[in-house]
């Protein structure tokens, strides 16, 4: 079946640091792609997505690149700030918005 | 993207008891589907819901631990029946539009 695979965390970052949160997924056809973010004591918010190879999504200076050669979605931001302090998920999802299936999430921390 | 109130947005229950969740959608939604992210841990489905059909529960969930109900396509309680202290968890419902997926707010459920 569909799965995800994401860095465990926490990642610790000073505030300005880049970051990127690796995920990889296992998928039959061509899923879309999400990054999920979850802030402290809060339910999920939608980040960015990405539906087809090559698409890059893209909110709040976050950037993520659907790979199909590599079956990744990894999360980039070139200067983290405290208040992206928050749990990130990635997840995907068959064809026709089908289900989704959620990696384990990433704790990220950024001090000042 | 649609909004979805979602409530209780926690609540302490003793063990042998029952809770309904409620989710509202601010508009009509073909698919409904409700989470649980037990503490530390990642989401995962407890079940579709449908309207006009009976939901659809994920390996592990049972019907008569976790009734679900959905008179409408707005509209949709998810019932955590007979608790234990291992049912608590934040549990979110969630909707799929072209959009992409939007989440509840969840409700933090302890059980003690």
């Known amino acids: 079946g569909d799965s995800v695979t994401q860095m465990e965390g926490p990642v610790t970052l000073s505030e300005e640091a880049c970051l990127t949160i690796n995920c990889t997924y296992t998928a039959t056809g061509y899923p879309s792609l999400f990054w999920y973010v979850q802030y402290p004591g809060e339910g999920l918010q939608l980040l960015l997505k990405a539906t087809k190879a090559d698409d890059k999504g893209s909110n709040k200076g976050f950037e993520a690149t659907y790979r199909k050669e590599t079956t990744s979605f990894h999360l980039e931001k070139g200067s983290v700030q405290v208040s992206d302090s928050a749990v990130y998920f990635c997840?995907?999802?068959?064809?026709?918005?089908?289900?989704?299936?959620f990696g384990k999430g990433t704790m990220l921390l950024v001090s000042p | 993207s649609a909004v979805i109130s979602q409530k209780p947005s926690r609540d302490i229950c003793q063990r042998g008891t029952s809770l309904t969740i409620q989710c509202q959608v601010d508009s009509q939604v073909t698919m409904m589907f409700w989470y649980r992210q037990q503490p530390g841990q990642s989401l995962t489905l407890i079940a579709t819901a449908n309207q006009g059909s009976e939901a659809t529960y994920e390996s592990g969930f049972v019907i008569d631990k976790f009734p679900i109900s959905r008179p409408n396509l707005t509209f949709s309680t998810l019932t955590v029946s007979n608790m234990s202290p291992e049912d608590s968890s934040i549990y979110l419902c969630?909707?799929?539009?072209?959009?992409?997926?939007?989440f509840g707010s969840g409700t933090r459920l302890t059980v003690v």
């Open positions: 997840a995907l999802s068959g064809t026709g918005y089908s289900t989704l299936t």
């Open positions: 969630s909707v799929a539009g072209n959009y992409g997926y939007t």
